[in-house]
């Protein structure tokens, strides 16, 4: 560590970052070895995760901020063919990789969506709110739920690539800011604003009260 | 550096955990037999029939014909399935399949559970010929009970 480390990545950030790389494996395995209570029980976790950062792009600290790192075509394609000012000042999400979270968010949460009415009553487990919609339309989600995972799975892989690109190619080594929130030699940037730990406590309890109402209420 | 190689280890890492989550889980070296995927697909008919009917059902005009079409279709699928699972093609086989161990350990169970599904599908084309969308729908929880009554002992457990 030296004196230009600063903060890039806020602890929330960080944590909602690490649940997800351990929850997407681990539904994938429980919904492969036909552990649907399980499957279930992690995608109403991960519906509130989803939630949680939704919230936190609006009211989190500064690179948690949609505002701050989705930006339009045209600085991502000045990004990607080498205008590399076009970085949120050097730290957080740079254009590319903005859109690359929010396609990531959006099907992931379209993910936890079809799930909730997926499923056949005949026909194994089903989602807790699979009763409210026909028996075609439970279908088609199914269906499309099986395809979104592929899907994921495709983006989760350009993710990584991108990743290995930038340690490897670029020699930025972007997974340990994401571990400790901290990176080097960006001290001119003066590192991330925070948000205050009431904030974050308040956006996860409004996060968190839609899955337990379809939990409780709902099913 | 020690933090880079640590950063490194850890992307090549979930790099080979996402790799190997995409793999299929099967190990046997022999092909896969045939009938499983044949036995899948009718299977998967059999689902998708039974759907197209209780969506069907769920309309204020029940189109008969379309009914009793997906009724043969199940009551013919049905029929089908004996042959389908010949010993040695189960899941613990290795093959890509939920067909559990007990389909061959108890097969005068499973034979009756087939015998079930038979009747009960020819029953209810009958009821779907006849024409009344109400006593259709009234024979819906009585066929998925046929399917319901083998998933939950000769396939592999997703609850």
Redesign the interface.
Known sequence: MTSDTVKVWDGWIRLFHWTIVLIIPAMWWTAENGEMTWHMRLGTVLLALLLFRILWGFFGSSTARFGSFVKGPGAVISYLTGNRREGAAGIGHNPAGGWSVLVLLGVMLAQVGLGLFSGDPYDGATGPLNHIVGAMTAGWMTDWHEIGFNVLLSLIALHIAAILYYLLVKHENLVTPMVTGKREGQAETGGIESASLMRAVVCFAVAAAVPIWIWFVAD | MA??N???A??VL??L??CG??GE?ASSDTPEPAVIGERQDNFEEI??A???I??EL?NDAPDMAVISANAEIINANAMNIEGHFPPGTGMDDGYDS?ALATIWERPEEFAAAHERLVSASAAFLETADAGDAAAVAEGVPEL??A??NC?DTFR????
Do not use: P, Q, W, Y
Not at chain 2, 156 to 159: K, S, Y
């Open positions: 933090l880079r640590t950063g490194l850890m992307a979930i790099a955990t996402a989550s995409n889980t689902g998708d039974f759907r197209v209780r969506g769920e939920e998925g009970g399917c319901k998933h592999l457990d997703d609850e």
